[in-house]
């Protein structure tokens, strides 16, 4: 059923192997690109634990203790969310899915590091501006709601983006 292979372990490891290539390159295009393959990580460690089974409460701790220095690193945090949004202002049609695993990256860092460092890195009115040109743009757009199929389980209710906009459809 799932397009995704890998454990939990594996997006750990993955993150640490991007996050590494974001913080020691120098080729800002590289930077971008290894910063927001770690973001993703952040997803997919949700769902290999929503199938595989959770990892041990510790374990999850040093995670979060050993990643939150890195996404906390500046401006690598903040600059990626006003990615997201200046993609999704601009986004093409088939754009969706990216945008729905960014803000669910984006959330997973609200949620699973909820306090300093990573908190203070994240703008609450920059996350709203995000969700606002999301729903606008899921309104007059050929854009979502993605299959239930291509969907990274383990989400919450809360990342209404993956679904919406059933309504408009």
Same mark, same amino acid.
């Given at each position: 059923?799932?397009?995704?292979?890998?454990?939990?372990?594996?997006?750990?490891?993955?993150?640490?192997?991007?996050?590494?290539?974001?913080?020691?390159?120098?080729?800002?295009?590289?930077?971008?690109?290894?910063?927001?393959?770690?973001?993703?990580?952040?997803?997919?460690?949700?769902?290999?634990?929503?199938?595989?089974g959770?990892?041990?409460?510790?374990?999850?701790?040093?995670?979060?203790?050993?990643?939150?220095?890195?996404?906390?690193?500046?401006?690598?945090?903040g600059?990626?969310?006003?990615?997201?949004?200046?993609? =999704? +202002?601009?986004?093409? #049609?088939?754009?969706?899915?990216?945008?729905?695993?960014?803000?669910?990256?984006? *959330?997973?860092? @609200? /949620?699973?590091?909820?306090?300093?460092?990573?908190?203070?890195?994240?703008? =609450? +009115?920059?996350?709203? #501006?995000?969700?606002?040109?999301?729903?606008?743009?899921?309104k007059?757009?050929? *854009?979502?709601? @993605? /299959?239930?199929?291509?969907?990274?389980?383990?989400?919450?209710?809360?990342?209404?983006?993956?679904?919406?906009?059933?309504?408009?459809?």
């Amino acid at each position: 059923m799932s397009a995704f292979t890998g454990t939990a372990e594996a997006a750990i490891a993955a993150f640490f192997e991007h996050a590494n290539v974001a913080l020691s390159s120098t080729d800002k295009a590289r930077v971008e690109s290894a910063f927001r393959d770690a973001m993703q990580q952040l997803v997919m460690l949700h769902h290999y634990q929503a199938v595989h089974g959770p990892l041990p409460a510790a374990r999850l701790a040093e995670f979060r203790a050993r990643s939150a220095p890195i996404l906390a690193t500046s401006p690598h945090l903040g600059a990626y969310i006003w990615r997201v949004q200046f993609k =999704a +202002e601009g986004a093409n #049609e088939n754009e969706w899915y990216e945008l729905s695993m960014r803000r669910s990256a984006i *959330q997973f860092a @609200i /949620d699973d590091y909820a306090g300093p460092p990573v908190a203070a890195e994240i703008s =609450a +009115e920059d996350v709203e #501006e995000l969700d606002g040109e999301l729903r606008e743009l899921g309104k007059h757009d050929e *854009q979502g709601p @993605i /299959d239930p199929a291509d969907i990274p389980q383990g989400l919450p209710d809360s990342h209404w983006w993956w679904h919406y906009p059933e309504q408009f459809k």
